[in-house]
């Protein structure tokens, strides 16, 4: 690993167009005042595209090691939203930038390769994607269930909003006869 740089908000913007151009589909910067004395704080939103995205986090991970707080999921429609929220500088008062990196994924193959090798503390978020949003995460250490219990069918996705989702297990206990 190369020795870790502090950059700006803007120097890690920089650094992902200057590296992956187009494929970097998206990125903003919003700084907040917070505390008492109003310091910024940053927040970085970069879309990417699902073709450089391990390669993405392979160049973050060479700027600076980035603390994974955890990957959000989102339905939308045609496809499928993964946002990987990471801290750089994390643990420097002050210095704290959030990067979350999203990457969309189509309803008709839903699949990522895994960050685990990269970052080890994804598994347990790559398994809840698996399991709520059916994400197949290529080359990852351990698929088992972990959050959905076994009397759920396999194909059912609590967080889907189409066909896959959890509907049909739904109970109408308001419609039921006294």
Same mark, same amino acid.
């Given at each position: 690993m190369t020795k870790e740089k502090k950059l700006t908000p803007e120097g890690f913007v920089k650094s992902f167009k200057d590296?992956?151009?187009?494929?970097?589909?998206d990125a903003k910067i919003i700084k907040r005042p917070a505390g008492a004395k109003k310091n910024s704080t940053a927040n970085i939103w970069m879309k990417v595209d699902n073709s450089i995205f391990k390669e993405a986090i392979k160049h973050l991970?060479?700027?600076?090691f980035p603390h994974l707080a955890v990957?959000?999921?989102?339905?939308? =429609?045609k496809t499928i939203e993964l946002i990987y929220h990471f801290?750089?500088?994390?643990?420097?008062? &002050?210095?704290?930038?959030n $990067?979350?990196?999203?990457?969309? $994924?189509?309803?008709?193959?839903?699949e990522i390769d895994t960050i685990?090798?990269?970052?080890? =503390?994804? $598994?347990?978020?790559?398994?809840?994607?698996?399991? &709520? $949003?059916?994400?197949?995460?290529?080359?990852?250490?351990d698929?088992?269930?972990c959050f959905l219990p076994e009397d759920i069918p396999q194909g059912v996705y609590p967080w889907r909003r189409d066909e896959t989702g959890p509907e049909k297990l739904y109970r109408n206990l308001h419609e039921v006869k006294k």
């Open positions: 590296t992956f151009k187009t494929k970097i589909k991970c060479d700027i600076q990957t959000s999921g989102n339905d939308l =429609g801290t750089v500088n994390f643990g420097t008062r &002050m210095e704290e930038i $990067l979350n990196i999203s990457v969309e $994924l189509p309803k008709s193959k839903p685990c090798d990269l970052i080890p =503390g994804a $598994l347990i978020t790559e398994r809840e994607k698996m399991e &709520m $949003l059916g994400v197949k995460i290529k080359g990852i250490p698929d088992k269930r």
